[in-house]
């Protein structure tokens, strides 16, 4: 798939999420392999008004090239302005999010109210095509409800507007999070357009990015959820499309993993809120590790690094040391 000067080959791309997304994660999931990373969504009014959580979310590094910087927003001249303002800052891309379900974006014909109005959508991303000197991409969902399901209308749209590739989160607006992804669309939605087509939705494990690309012959798969606390997907995913086969994840090796995304944390943000807000990561990386419940509880009320760290290498030299004894 080609996107701008981007190609990727069979690529595993990390999805923007809110509070998740933010640069250090996107860095350790650059390290795993994750071949294009996408910002958290950033709104288009904050952009403009130089809001302060807004302005932050355009921090960039070269070492997570390439690099999407998502917008979302209702109102076309807003749109156009943020657009601008995230491609001063230097993306590879630029994405339009016509996909958040939630209600306090929907209700500002944002994210995916715009499933409802399919020409508003593609004036929108034509407008902002226009506007930027960067590949500008959209990322939607199938419809606003199964009844309404406007994908194959709306793929060939935006491709008419100058969209450079589409991403299509396989639900329905009023699913949510809920229910199954529904990938039979993805080899509909590419006899309709040609611009690069990527899946997204319920793609877990590396096993599922195989199944992903074999049957829906998407030109890439972007993974969300399971990429929370567990960036080792993007490496097994791509050994396991070149080799049938991937490394497990050694415990010491989700430990320390985690504790070197909490210290890019720790640069990035002041050290009572990176701490805070790493809260969420701890349930990703430890899970699966025998008894990690009195760790996880520990951690998740310490408020500085060098306790975390403490825990978190003795948890891990515990489960070392019970290996040892059980051979
Ligand atoms: C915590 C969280 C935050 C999200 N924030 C965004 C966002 O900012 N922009 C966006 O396009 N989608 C967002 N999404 C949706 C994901 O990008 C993705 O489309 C969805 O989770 C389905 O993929 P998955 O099954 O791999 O998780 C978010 C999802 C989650 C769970």
Redesign the pocket.
């Known amino acids: 798939m080609k996107i701008g000067h981007v190609e990727v080959d069979h690529g595993v791309l990390l999805?923007?999420?809110?509070?998740?997304t933010d640069l250090p994660f996107r860095q350790v999931c650059k390290r795993y392999g994750a071949d294009i990373v996408y910002t958290?969504?950033i709104s288009s009014d904050g952009l403009v008004r130089d809001a302060r959580r807004s302005m932050e979310k355009l921090q960039l590094a070269e070492n997570e090239r390439p690099v999407s910087i998502?917008i979302f927003g209702g109102d076309q001249d807003v749109m156009v302005e943020a657009a601008k303002r995230a491609a001063e800052a230097g993306p590879d891309f630029v994405d339009i999010?016509f996909?958040?379900w939630v209600k306090n974006v929907v209700v500002r014909n944002a994210g995916a109210a715009l499933l409802k109005d399919p020409p508003q959508m593609q004036k929108l991303t034509r407008a902002i095509v226009d506007a930027v000197d960067k590949p500008v991409t959209v990322?939607t969902r199938l419809g606003w409800s199964k009844d309404s399901i406007v994908i194959l209308d709306v793929a060939r749209m935006i491709q008419d507007a100058g969209a450079a590739a589409l991403t299509v989160?396989c639900r329905t607006r009023d699913m949510g999070?809920d229910g199954d992804?529904d990938w039979s669309w993805v080899p509909r939605i590419k006899q309709v357009v040609d611009i690069p087509v990527i899946l997204?939705?319920?793609?877990?494990t590396p096993e599922d990015v195989q199944r992903a690309f074999a049957e829906t012959g998407a030109d890439a798969v972007?993974?969300?959820?399971?990429a929370i606390g567990n960036p080792f997907v993007f490496r097994g995913a791509k050994q396991f499309l070149s080799t049938g086969t991937y490394d497990p994840i050694l415990p010491r090796e989700r430990i320390e993993t985690c504790l070197d995304h909490l210290k890019l944390e720790l640069k990035h943000k002041p050290e009572r809120r990176a701490i805070h807000e790493f809260r969420k990561h701890y349930g990703g990386y430890l899970k699966g590790l025998r008894n990690n419940s009195s760790c996880r509880q520990d951690v998740v009320r310490y408020e500085s690094y060098n306790a975390i760290e403490d825990r978190m290498l003795a948890f891990a030299d515990e489960l070392e040391n019970a290996d040892t004894a059980v051979t």
């Not at 999805?15 to 998740?20: H, N, T």
């Not at 997204?200 to 877990?204: I, T």
Request: aromatic fraction near 4%.
């Open positions: 999805a923007p999420m809110e509070d998740v958290e969504f998502q999010n996909g958040c990322k989160h999070h992804a997204n939705g319920d793609v877990r972007m993974i969300g959820r399971a």
